[in-house]
């Protein structure tokens, strides 16, 4: 299999949609000729046309509402929205529009065929409106379905199973790691589950749970608690709505501990909605009070981004005190 990075891996998948069915379309802020401010559509519009790959003006509220209509009369429509941030606008739309599309109608018409693209997170010194991580403002509302994966193999097989979902997905993609994570992808088509965690490493002492770029942080978390004898199993959520209970409360009844880390905000995070939700399937098998490593209760600060974000070694002190609460 070649080595790609994610941005690649996400090109790739939007490739495959697009040749499978002529009425799949990708548009957004710069996603024709110019491939997208962080080039994820590169090379779409000179091989799938002008009429299938193309720009839209600055106005996400408009991109979404666009969207809407397109899926609505049986296109396949992938929505870009140039940085999550900028979603706001465009509420109203996912939230109030694509969300109840089909119970408003009886199902008479949908908008399933919607997937919206967007680069979320921080890392790459943005600043309070280029860094946010807003999944948990959409994981309130039914009728959507919110993704994001952590390394290339995983944006591929994701995005492809968003796109064919029957059901309005926001895809919220790990900029961070757009060219820093690199693995080996399969070039043929493939699909992930989703709603679906995946345990990436068994352990018995603790479970550790994140998604998206925080997948990285506890990995190098748990290798460091491994030296001190501490065995770490841990999971990535991958979908946040529906979000996998079964397979999060199996690793926390066997390990009696939980750590969650989330790039976002501590209050109102869907870290507290995990922790919320395994302590009443779980209260009985739990050892310690369930850990949140999380960012702070601030806008995202430029300067002092390092000192904000749940990092290694915040994640790695929180493994130690649960453990040995």
Same mark, same amino acid.
């Given at each position: 299999?070649? %080595?790609?990075?994610?941005?690649? @891996?996400i090109?790739? @998948?939007?490739?495959?949609?697009? &040749?499978?069915?002529?009425?799949?379309?990708?548009?957004?802020?710069?996603?024709?000729?110019?491939?997208?401010?962080?080039? @994820? *559509?590169s090379?779409?519009?000179?091989?799938?046309?002008?009429?299938?790959?193309?720009? *839209?003006?600055?106005?996400?509220?408009?991109?979404?509402g +666009?969207?809407?209509?397109?899926?609505?009369?049986?296109?396949?429509?992938i929505? $870009?929205?140039?940085? /999550?941030?900028?979603? +706001?606008?465009? +509420?109203?739309?996912?939230?109030?529009?694509a &969300?109840?599309?089909?119970?408003?109608?009886?199902?008479? +018409?949908?908008?399933?065929?919607?997937?919206?693209?967007?680069?979320?997170?921080?890392?790459?010194?943005?600043?309070?409106?280029?860094?946010?991580?807003?999944e948990?403002?959409?994981?309130?509302?039914?009728?959507?379905?919110?993704?994001?994966?952590?390394?290339?193999?995983? /944006?591929?097989?994701?995005?492809? /199973?968003?796109?064919?979902?029957?059901?309005?997905?926001?895809?919220? $993609?790990?900029?961070?790691?757009?060219?820093?994570?690199?693995?080996?992808?399969?070039?043929?088509d493939?699909?992930?589950?989703?709603?679906?965690?995946?345990?990436?490493?068994?352990? *018995?002492?603790?479970?550790?749970?994140?998604?998206?770029? %925080?997948?990285?942080i506890?990995?190098?978390?748990?290798?460091?608690?491994?030296?001190?004898?501490?065995?770490?199993?841990?999971?990535?959520?991958?979908?946040?709505?529906?979000?996998?209970?079964? *397979?999060?409360?199996?690793?926390?009844?066997?390990?009696?501990?939980?750590?969650?880390s989330?790039?976002?905000?501590?209050?109102?995070?869907?870290?507290? $909605?995990?922790? @919320?939700?395994?302590?009443?399937?779980?209260?009985?098998?739990?050892?310690?009070?369930? &850990?949140?490593?999380?960012?702070?209760?601030?806008?995202?600060?430029?300067?002092?981004?390092?000192?904000y974000?749940?990092?290694?070694?915040?994640?790695?002190?929180?493994?130690?005190?649960?453990?040995?609460?």
């Amino acid at each position: 299999m070649a %080595q790609i990075n994610l941005l690649h @891996a996400i090109n790739s @998948a939007l490739d495959i949609a697009m &040749a499978e069915n002529d009425r799949t379309v990708c548009f957004g802020e710069d996603v024709g000729h110019f491939g997208g401010v962080f080039r @994820a *559509t590169s090379g779409l519009q000179e091989k799938y046309g002008k009429a299938r790959c193309f720009n *839209t003006p600055l106005v996400e509220q408009g991109i979404i509402g +666009f969207a809407n209509g397109l899926a609505a009369q049986g296109s396949v429509a992938i929505a $870009e929205i140039q940085f /999550a941030d900028y979603i +706001f606008p465009a +509420f109203d739309q996912i939230v109030n529009e694509a &969300a109840k599309f089909r119970y408003r109608t009886g199902n008479e +018409f949908n908008v399933g065929k919607l997937t919206i693209r967007t680069p979320y997170g921080g890392g790459i010194a943005g600043g309070l409106y280029h860094s946010q991580s807003p999944e948990a403002y959409f994981a309130h509302t039914p009728g959507l379905k919110v993704v994001i994966p952590r390394n290339p193999y995983q /944006a591929k097989g994701l995005l492809l /199973a968003s796109i064919r979902d029957d059901n309005p997905v926001i895809f919220f $993609e790990p900029k961070r790691l757009y060219r820093a994570s690199v693995g080996e992808v399969p070039e043929e088509d493939y699909q992930l589950p989703l709603g679906k965690a995946e345990v990436v490493q068994t352990g *018995t002492d603790i479970t550790l749970l994140a998604w998206g770029a %925080q997948m990285e942080i506890i990995e190098k978390a748990a290798q460091m608690a491994s030296n001190d004898g501490i065995s770490c199993e841990v999971v990535d959520l991958r979908t946040i709505l529906p979000w996998d209970i079964e *397979t999060i409360s199996n690793s926390v009844m066997k390990t009696g501990r939980l750590l969650i880390s989330q790039e976002a905000p501590l209050t109102a995070g869907f870290a507290s $909605e995990i922790a @919320a939700t395994i302590q009443s399937e779980c209260f009985l098998h739990l050892e310690s009070p369930i &850990a949140r490593v999380c960012g702070l209760d601030t806008p995202y600060p430029l300067a002092l981004e390092k000192e904000y974000v749940s990092d290694h070694l915040k994640v790695y002190e929180a493994i130690k005190k649960t453990v040995n609460f």
